[in-house]
């Protein structure tokens, strides 16, 4: 089907760029961006597998407590920096220009993939600079997040939007998984290449958008919004900060929840994100456009995708811990081993999402996002509540059974919404409307993990301590030495595990060992002790976590059957802050549609 260009607000037809026919530049931008998705995904999640390298390699200890912070910010803040700005980067490509931007994000994320791999510091100095150097890393994932997927809407016609979202959609989900054998393959031969596997397919893409990509979309001339952008990155960092550090023991207890500057920075950056709205709702130019929530489909697909991140996010970090803490050391597997071995072990969330992804987006085209969407969160439910069902030395076949489970229903769901949003949006939106989606994607993730590890921590606490003094004690090891390290944080024993270190090794040390005979030491520090006295309190804080999960999912599944028919933008008159904008392409689809014009439509339920 033919596209045609969209109308720039000075009145030129938008172009594809260098006389392509349109048919061929959708594909160019479609590869382009699936590219940039793919790179900043695979970096988001790479991490996960390679840290205890990446520590080795600066000579620091991320288990000693005050290390503790350096290994969360190497972790999380990629996450904090791209949830913070999306949306202020996606308002800036609407004004300025959604490839400029995307392009400027390509060669940013490639510059500080070479500043990370060139580390020459070690120690704490060496852990400040990747944390600094990541963050800017974020900064252009985030600009790359941010206009992706506008440039799609903007490149292919709306009955072929849900197609073009599947294909990058799987990008964005596969790469996720990809980083965790990445890492786990590059780590061990040399940690640099975690963060040098990006540059050339960052330089090849950053050659390759400037030369290739054009703005065909609607730009609006508007100015910044200082005042808005400014409370909006001080609250959201604010909250996330506060979940981050909760995280960490206080005061004797197991999380930081009893914190005063957790809760300040919690409960002060929820009041700042109140002025927000208050500030967005009097400004001229908002950077977050609120009338956009008067569009039920993009209201639906936003608030849904938000509950369905908030269900997953931290599903990967638990899965991870069962299989590298548990599971695989009772399989013959040295913890040194574990993080390579859990990410090729979760491969089914791969292949779920790839088999079903580029379908679900297809179908949602002809049928639209209600069904397909809802579907998909049902299933995911499913698979939280089966998980729970599984004992902790389970059979793989079941496990990867309801693992690829989970990744079906997630393809189901991700690609209709997406899609489904980004045409419920006009033209002059689709930066910022796709900011604002991601941002509540991203900032759930962030918040999951803090509620699954909190959630799990609780349930360690509450028996771990007992089962480690009983169990220490009854293997030989002093009592004195068995009450300090059952007096431990549990929080210590998931990283320790998650990190691939042996706990027991690393609780008692050189000094504690040394007073056990050679086949003490050996038993107590192999890999069928530490699993058998954690995966009882595992366990329970566990089945809190997948059953939190599977309610966050039904409520997204309510949210998204509320959606109502499939339902395309159209400008119908052009909104006041552009001179001018054409019309949605009409549908071939089979599904019932509905346009709408510029902010107000709203869509009734079928």
């Known amino acids: 089907m033919?596209?045609?260009?969209?109308?720039?607000?000075?009145?030129?037809?938008?172009?594809?760029?260098h006389g392509e026919h349109p048919d061929r530049y959708k594909w160019i931008a479609l590869s382009n961006t699936t590219l940039g998705i793919l790179m900043v995904t695979i970096n988001q999640s790479i991490l996960l597998i390679s840290l205890p390298d990446i520590f080795r390699g600066i000579k620091l200890n991320p288990l000693t407590p005050s290390n503790t912070s350096y290994f969360l910010w190497t972790l999380m803040g990629f996450m904090l920096v791209t949830s913070v700005l999306v949306v202020s980067l996606?308002?800036?490509?609407?004004?300025?220009?959604?490839?400029?931007?995307?392009?400027?994000?390509?060669?940013?994320?490639?510059?500080?993939?070479?500043?990370l791999s060139v580390t020459w510091l070690s120690g704490s100095a060496g852990a400040i600079w990747i944390i600094a150097m990541r963050v800017f890393q974020g900064v252009g994932g985030s600009f790359l997040f941010a206009n992706s997927s506008a440039i799609l809407t903007d490149a292919f016609p709306e009955n072929e939007r849900g197609k073009a979202m599947g294909i990058n959609g799987v990008a964005a989900v596969s790469g996720s998984f990809l980083g965790l054998?990445?890492?786990?393959?590059?780590?061990?031969?040399?940690?640099?290449?975690?963060?040098?596997?990006?540059?050339?397919?960052?330089?090849?893409?950053?050659?390759?958008?400037?030369?290739?990509?054009?703005?065909n979309g609607v730009r609006v001339p508007s100015k910044i919004d200082w005042l808005g952008n400014i409370t909006f990155a001080v609250g959201l960092i604010s909250v996330l900060t506060g979940i981050v550090y909760s995280l960490l023991p206080y005061g004797g207890h197991s999380t930081g929840w009893t914190n005063p500057w957790v809760l300040a920075a919690i409960f002060g950056g929820?009041?700042?994100?109140?002025?927000?709205?208050?500030?967005?709702?009097?400004?001229?130019?908002?950077?977050?456009?609120?009338?956009?929530?008067?569009?039920?489909?993009?209201?639906?697909?936003?608030?849904?995708?938000?509950?369905?991140a908030l269900g997953r996010g931290g599903l990967q970090f638990m899965l991870i811990i069962w299989l590298q803490g548990i599971w695989l050391p009772q399989h013959g597997y040295s913890f040194s081993q574990t993080p390579l071995w859990a990410g090729i072990y979760l491969i089914p969330l791969t292949v779920g999402f790839l088999a079903v992804g580029p379908v679900a987006g297809i179908l949602s085209d002809r049928y639209g996002a209600r069904w397909l969407s809802s579907a998909g969160l049902a299933m995911s439910a499913a698979a939280f509540l089966l998980l729970n069902t599984l004992p902790m030395n389970f059979s793989y076949l079941p496990f990867a059974g309801l693992v690829l489970l989970f990744a079906l229903g997630m393809?189901?769901?991700?690609?209709?919404?997406?899609?489904?949003?980004?045409?419920?949006?006009?033209?002059n939106q689709r930066g910022a409307g796709a900011g604002m989606l991601n941002t509540f994607q991203n900032s759930a993730q962030v918040l999951s993990m803090g509620l699954f590890f909190t959630i799990v921590t609780l349930g360690l606490a509450a028996t771990l301590p007992s089962h480690l003094y009983a169990g220490l004690t009854a293997a030989g090891v002093a009592p004195?030495?068995?009450?300090?390290?059952?007096?431990?944080?549990?929080?210590?024993?998931?990283?320790s595990a998650f990190l691939g270190f042996n706990p027991v090794a690393q609780l008692l040390g050189p000094a504690g060992l040394a007073h056990l005979s050679a086949s003490q030491a050996a038993y107590v520090t192999g890999r069928s002790f530490f699993p058998s006295l954690i995966e009882g309190p595992f366990a329970t804080g566990l089945h809190l976590a997948f059953d939190f999960a599977a309610g966050a999912s039904v409520v997204a599944m309510v949210v998204s059957l509320l959606r109502g028919k499939r339902?395309?933008?159209?400008?119908?008159?052009?909104?006041?802050?552009?001179?001018?904008?054409?019309?949605?392409?009409?549908?071939?689809?089979?599904?019932?549609?509905?346009?709408?014009?510029?902010?107000?439509?709203?869509?009734?339920?079928s």
């Open 270 to 308: 929820i009041a700042v994100l109140v002025a927000f709205v208050w500030v967005e709702k009097r400004v001229a130019n908002p950077m977050f456009r609120l009338e956009l929530f008067s569009i039920r489909p993009f209201t639906a697909g936003a608030v849904s995708g938000l509950l369905g």
């Open 411 to 427: 393809g189901l769901f991700f690609t209709p919404n997406q899609a489904s949003v980004m045409n419920s949006l006009p033209p």
């Open 2 to 17: 033919r596209q045609t260009g969209s109308v720039e607000a000075d009145g030129t037809a938008g172009k594809t760029g």
């Open 480 to 495: 004195a030495a068995a009450h300090r390290v059952a007096a431990e944080p549990p929080i210590g024993s998931l990283f």
């Open 567 to 605: 339902y395309v933008h159209s400008m119908g008159a052009a909104p006041a802050t552009a001179a001018s904008a054409t019309s949605a392409q009409p549908s071939s689809g089979h599904g019932d549609v509905e346009k709408g014009g510029p902010v107000a439509a709203t869509q009734a339920a």
């Open 181 to 215: 054998i990445l890492g786990g393959l590059l780590g061990p031969v040399q940690w640099r290449l975690v963060f040098l596997v990006s540059v050339p397919f960052g330089i090849f893409g950053t050659i390759w958008a400037y030369h290739k990509l054009r703005d």
């Open 90 to 115: 996606g308002r800036v490509g609407d004004m300025y220009g959604r490839v400029k931007m995307y392009n400027l994000g390509f060669a940013v994320f490639t510059v500080f993939s070479i500043l």
